[in-house]
């Protein structure tokens, strides 16, 4: 019995509310604001439907658009990221969380460290301290060089029209461990997130929200073991509408439009390296992460830096 038949099945919803409900969780595609140009095809380059991995063409595309060389050497760039992680990094997994992310992933013959440190402006944790502050509060003038120099390049990308800066966040992940569920980032964030991969490739995958929030309760209904669903959503990935976004280093991926308010982003756990596949594999820690389709297999990655900015959209 397919999901979508079985969630009929258990809520005895009629063929109406059926529709209803569907057509509430069916994606939408209002890639482009008023305010940006088109998204091209070569934007889209390294964007690919999930789980066949086809291309994504620009009327089929929610609002996302990959700039692939946005910085030829991001070594200055890392080597700045250093102290700054280290006097302002926390980490913002509570104990309880990590708890729950590790009898999750216990289906693993051997789970990486759960681990995610983090520097932003946002107020998120009672102990951080907010290097440059946020929103409309961020002075870019305490930016570091390399930082502040990344922030005035995106603004100066042809095609896209933004407002101030309202968010700047440094993300390290370590250990092959980059799960990041899928979320909307906050309002406040403003109209355009941006993603700068430092070190390491990632896939972010964008998932419709309601369709996922709908995939959820189906889960939970169903009493599907949390474990099989992590295992599932590694291996399937969330939605059967997922797109993903390859993001290697030095690439800048921008959200506007509908992928910035109804498509979450995230990033999967990954799968379990074969025997063999050196020295992570052996240790039989290593996760291997896919892009597009499931047999697209790139990794490890032992350590990922990423700068994630947000800017307003401009005003009137």
């Known amino acids: 019995m397919s999901r979508r038949r079985l969630l009929v099945g258990v809520l005895g919803l009629g063929t109406t509310a059926t529709g209803a409900t569907i057509l509430w969780a069916w994606p939408t595609y209002n890639s482009c604001p008023s305010k940006h140009e088109p998204i ?22 929610p609002g996302a658009r990959v ?3 946005f910085l030829e050497n991001t070594e200055p760039l890392l080597k700045e990221l250093q102290p700054i992680k280290k006097e302002y990094g926390i980490n913002l997994i509570e104990p309880v969380h990590a708890a729950i992310y590790r009898w999750q992933m216990s289906y693993l013959p051997r789970p990486p460290p759960v681990n995610m440190l983090r520097v932003t402006g946002r107020p998120e944790h009672a102990q951080q301290r907010r290097p440059w502050g946020y929103g409309d509060t961020l002075n870019e003038s305490a930016l ?5 120099a990344a922030a005035d390049r ?10 101030r800066l309202r968010d700047v966040t440094i993300n390290w992940r370590h250990s092959s461990f980059l799960r990041l569920d899928p979320h909307l980032d906050p309002a ?3 109209e355009n997130i941006f993603v700068l991969s430092v070190d390491a490739p990632a896939v972010l995958t964008l998932s ?6 709908l995939s959820r309760w189906l889960s939970m209904l169903t009493l599907e073991d949390e474990r099989e669903r992590v295992r599932r959503e590694a291996e399937r990935s969330w939605t059967s509408y997922d797109i993903d976004v390859l993001v290697p280093p030095g690439a800048l991926l921008h959200l506007s439009g509908d992928a910035r308010w109804k498509w979450t982003h995230g990033t999967r756990l990954g799968v379990p390296a074969a025997p ?24 490890p990655t032992p350590e ?5 900015f947000a800017f307003a959209a401009p005003e009137e």
């Open 40 to 61: 091209t095809a070569e934007q889209c380059s390294l964007i690919r439907h999930v789980p066949d991995g086809h291309p994504v063409n620009p009327a089929r595309n």
């Open 67 to 69: 700039f692939p060389r």
């Open 144 to 148: 570091p060089p390399e930082i502040k």
């Open 154 to 163: 995106i603004r100066a990308l042809p095609g896209l029209r933004l407002g």
């Open 188 to 190: 406040t964030d403003g």
């Open 208 to 213: 419709p929200h309601n369709w996922y929030r």
């Open 276 to 299: 063999g596949a050196g020295e992570e594999g052996e240790r039989g820690r290593a996760l291997l992460h896919w892009f597009g389709r499931p047999d697209a297999l790139f990794g």
């Open 304 to 308: 990922r830096h990423s700068v994630v």
